[in-house]
């Protein structure tokens, strides 16, 4: 069955410190992935997304994400975390243009600690 | 640009009662999507409106659910009854091309 995977429930880390989600999923071809976040009291921001090209995507507030097809990974990361990145993080997939039904993983929710 | 709105953002009902959801997308936006997050469980997709046809709604967990979008803007998503089960976030959004814009969630309480 189609899938996605993010390991971690809940990662705390130090604010300034860099930051590496994980996501990973399981599909028969290569699928379109988003990172979304979601802040409390917000409904869930587009960070970034990859569909095809080069595997390093660049998203907002600084953040990255790197696609490895023979991990089917797609690993969001962050070089510094400011406080304000204290939020819900979804890894989401879609398997293909024109089928616009997410599947979500299960959520990574940040911490920050000064 | 107004974005997408929910109402009620929270909603505590008992069992057996009835609740209607609301979702406004962005306006021009012909996608409009249910999801719903149970506690502790990924966000799963409920169904898919493209204007006011049903495109897809094999997310729908029982006949309980009923969702409309009647002239193809808002739609409205009724449980009824409601079960303790049905408890959690609920979520909308809309796109109009490929990139969906989420709502901020009514949460669902029952009791």
């Known amino acids: 069955a189609q899938s996605v995977t993010q390991p971690d429930i809940h990662i705390t880390v130090s604010e300034g410190a860099s930051l590496e989600l994980r996501c990973n999923y399981s599909?028969?071809?290569?699928?379109?992935l988003f990172w979304y976040v979601q802040s409390p009291g917000q409904g869930l921001q587009l960070l970034l997304k990859y569909f095809s090209g080069d595997t390093l995507v660049q998203g907002i507030k600084g953040f990255e994400a790197e696609f490895k097809r023979s991990q089917s990974s797609f690993n969001l990361r962050k070089p510094s975390v400011h406080w304000s990145d204290a939020a819900e993080y979804f890894c989401?997939?879609?398997?293909?243009?024109?089928?616009?039904?997410?599947?979500f993983g299960t959520g990574t929710r940040l911490t920050i600690i000064p | 640009e107004a974005g997408v709105t929910q109402f009620p953002s929270h909603s505590v009902i008992e069992k057996g009662q009835t609740v209607t959801l609301r979702c406004d997308p962005i306006?021009?936006?012909?996608?409009l999507y249910w999801y719903r997050r149970v506690m502790g469980k990924e966000i799963k997709f409920l169904l898919h409106?493209?204007?006011?046809?049903?495109?897809?709604e094999s997310g729908m967990p029982n006949n309980r659910f009923l969702a409309e979008r009647t002239g193809g803007t808002y739609s409205t998503l009724k449980v009824q009854p409601a079960e303790l089960e049905d408890s959690g976030v609920y979520f909308c959004?809309?796109?109009?091309?490929?990139?969906?814009?989420f709502g901020p969630g009514t949460r669902l309480t029952v009791l």
């Open positions: 989401a997939v879609v398997p293909n243009f024109g089928n616009e039904k997410l599947t």
């Open positions: 306006s021009g936006h012909d996608n």
């Open positions: 599909y028969g071809a290569t699928p379109y």
């Open positions: 409106f493209v204007k006011e046809s049903k495109q897809d």
């Open positions: 959004a809309s796109s109009q091309v490929s990139q969906q814009f």
